[in-house]
């Protein structure tokens, strides 16, 4: 699997974002997609996801703010009331077959490159 995202930039505070995920090389329905994000000297961080069963989750950070959607291969993450302190590098990840914590990057296969998001004050 091939996960491709774009769509990060440079955005003022209570600003808005979409990202988006395109995936290609997709062998089964059965599976999950996430998003995480990684600041400057800090770790890899959930931040929403599809699960296998089409339920979405979403960190306590982003709940109220953040919407992540699908269709057909693509995954998106709308971004809203962005605050200074989601500007991090964001990555899709896709886990085929789901197996582990969907919360955490170990639980997942395959990554896209990441995009930068940039909240300034």
């Known amino acids: 699997v091939q996960l491709q995202a774009c769509g990060g930039g440079l955005v003022q505070a209570g600003g808005s974002l979409r990202l988006s995920c395109a995936a290609s090389g997709r062998t089964t329905s059965n599976y999950r997609m996430g998003w995480f994000r990684q600041a400057p000297r800090k770790e890899r961080e959930f931040v929403a996801a599809?699960?296998?069963?089409?339920e979405t989750y979403y960190a306590d950070p982003v709940k109220g703010r953040f919407t992540i959607s699908r269709d057909n291969d693509n995954a998106y993450l709308q971004m809203d009331s962005l605050k200074p302190e989601d500007t991090a590098v964001y990555y899709c990840?896709?886990?085929?077959?789901?197996?582990?914590?969907?919360?955490?990057?170990?639980?997942?296969?395959?990554w896209g490159q990441g995009t930068q998001v940039t909240v300034s004050s």
């Open positions: 990840a896709e886990d085929q077959y789901p197996y582990g914590s969907m919360w955490a990057s170990s639980g997942y296969d395959y």
């Open positions: 599809f699960s296998d069963f089409g």
